[in-house]
């Protein structure tokens, strides 16, 4: 009688290692959205904060895919260890804006696992999530929060960017010279803490993304 072969437990090994570095991952995030500072010259809501740099790691080490999960795991803290004042608002603005920045880095880095890759993939996704912040705030964000707020309206808000920055003349000046260089300030400080991140963690980073 031939004898039964070992039950192959690899999968549910990978995948229970996954799951919790996601959540090791996503709980880094989350507490470092709790340090935010603000941006001298543009809008007082809009800060700099750090949670995407582990979230990027993250998506070099596990996949695009799980990079959204470790997104949504640090929204999803944030709401139980800072709660919210802008009705969920400004939460869901800052998970549309990480999936913006690490799924293209994340993507380009899965067929280009080198430095250089990892370089460009950073720069291609500071670019495109500095941009998305630009569209998505002047066409969603920006018009949804104030169609729920009692008291805001799009003038105040291009008076607060005024205030805080006075080559800010009408909505569109708003978002060309204030909210579009923060967040390139933003994603372009979390690329380079990112990258000299990668630089020691680059092994497992890889042996990682090769038993994908």
């Known amino acids: ?31 470092l959205m709790l340090f935010s500072f603000p941006i001298f010259f543009t809008l007082p809501f809009i800060k700099l904060e750090l949670s995407d740099v582990p979230v990027v790691l993250g998506t070099y080490m596990l996949g695009p895919l799980w990079g959204v999960a470790i997104a949504f795991v640090k929204i999803a803290l944030n709401f139980v260890l800072n709660g919210t004042t802008t009705v969920g608002i400004g939460e869901l603005a800052n998970l549309l804006f990480t999936l913006a920045y690490i799924l293209p880095a994340g993507i380009i880095y899965r067929y280009r696992r080198t430095k250089k890759g ?35 309206t799009m003038d105040a808000v291009i008076g607060m960017a005024a205030g805080a920055n006075p080559l800010v003349k009408d909505a569109g000046t708003m978002m060309l010279l204030s909210v579009f260089p923060a967040n390139l300030l933003k994603y372009t400080l ?23």
């Open 190 to 212: 979390a690329s380079l803490i990112a990258f000299f991140a990668y630089a020691p963690l680059r092994k497992l980073i890889n042996s990682f993304s090769k038993a994908r």
């Open 118 to 152: 990892a370089v460009f993939s950073l720069i291609a996704g500071t670019l495109i999530a500095s941009v998305a912040a630009v569209v998505l705030d002047w066409l969603v964000v920006f018009p949804f929060y104030i169609s729920v707020s009692s008291s805001l």
């Open 1 to 31: 009688m031939q004898a039964s072969k070992p039950k192959d437990t690899s999968v549910t090994i990978t995948t229970t290692a996954r799951l919790t570095l996601t959540a090791m991952f996503g709980a880094l995030a989350a507490v």
